[in-house]
């Protein structure tokens, strides 16, 4: 099961970067239909089809080359899939982590439902970003469960919260910039750090949807001031994100064991702030905006990873009970916290 699950994971690797380039290279309708091309097993198959669309929309989302990049991408998503069940079958059959199985199974079950939206819904924005985001959450789980052998670190319960908020802040990122990419925002905000020559610059965030936003054909472009919030909001909440991060590897570093994790957090981190501005300063180049959903997938798959090992210890609630007791009793108990280094032999 632990090869199974390393197997998957490297596969993951290689599919969602491959996804991400389907998208950012404009290949995403590549083959309109689900889950074949055209009714047919391969772009091959569907040369004469793929012709005609050709013919009647020179200029359309249809080519050859773009129908090859979505078929591929759909072959590896398929055999993930069949890897997935193979894992879960396993699990059943040795009756064991078969809850972690079925969970990944199920997710691998609804981002194919999302491809297979995505699709058929002609690029809907809320169904890009789901898809987006549950493509990440699939690999970050993924990696979580092949390195779930390492030991667990009891921490205060404060440093969880932080790093819960850190998880989470990340998914936020990672869902404002997909929503942010769908709505072609990448580039409603010239130069860095100001947008647009403004600190502060004009933006519009109400804006009316259409009255079936899960429909063909209703899709409607934001105005320009709206692109413009979408962008500078993603650009705030990565300030957020490096504030609680600094404020959880001051909090983590008092344990050793999690040292090299946090170091690695912030090195992706810090690599992820500088693809951010220069995808902005280079208007948004293609090898630069992949390396950016590449690297917004690893630091998810550390943020969760650290999330995974750390572990709130209920003896700071107990031991905080008794310090209450003691006060009110007219004494106070030294403050010896575990965990802490301290020279006394018999803390």
Request: charged share 10%; net charge positive.
């Amino acid at each position: 099961m632990r090869k199974l699950l390393w197997l998957a994971v490297l596969l993951a690797l290689v599919l969602l970067p491959l996804g991400a380039y389907v998208r950012l290279s404009q290949a995403g309708l590549g083959c309109p239909d689900w889950p074949g091309c055209y009714g047919q097993l391969s772009p091959a198959h569907a040369a004469a089809a793929i012709e005609r669309a050709m013919q009647l929309q020179p200029d359309g989302p249809v080519s050859p080359d773009k129908a090859w990049k979505e078929m591929a991408h759909r072959y590896l998503a398929a055999a993930l899939g069949v890897l997935l069940f193979c894992l879960w079958w396993q699990a059943w059959r040795q009756a064991q982590r078969l809850a972690m199985a079925s969970l990944l199974l199920l997710v691998l079950l609804l981002q194919a439902m999302l491809g297979m939206l995505t699709v058929t819904l002609q690029l809907r924005p809320w169904v890009v970003t789901s898809h987006l985001l549950l493509g990440m959450s699939l690999f970050a789980l993924l990696l979580a469960a092949a390195r779930r052998a390492q030991p667990r670190v009891a921490v205060l319960p404060a440093h969880g919260r932080l790093v819960t908020l850190l998880l989470l802040l990340v998914l936020g990122q990672i869902a404002l910039g997909g929503w942010m990419a769908a709505n072609h925002a990448a580039l409603a905000c010239q130069g860095f750090p100001r947008c647009n020559g403004q600190w502060w610059p004009d933006m519009q965030f109400t804006v009316t949807p259409p009255a079936w936003p899960w429909a063909v054909g209703t899709s409607v472009a934001l105005p320009a001031a709206a692109l413009v919030a979408l962008h500078w909001l993603h650009r705030l909440g990565a300030l957020l994100l490096l504030c609680v991060l600094c404020c959880v590897v001051g909090g983590l570093w008092r344990y050793p064991v999690l040292r090299r994790s946090l170091c690695l957090l912030v090195l992706l981190a810090g690599l992820q702030l500088l693809l951010g501005m220069l995808n902005v300063l280079w208007l948004r180049p293609l090898p630069l905006a992949l390396a950016h959903h590449v690297f917004a997938m690893l630091l998810l798959a550390q943020a969760l990873g650290i999330r995974c090992r750390v572990q709130p210890s209920a003896c700071w609630h107990g031991l905080r009970a008794v310090r209450r007791r003691a006060f009110l009793a007219g004494r106070m108990l030294p403050r010896a916290w575990p965990g802490r280094r301290s020279g006394a032999q018999g803390e």
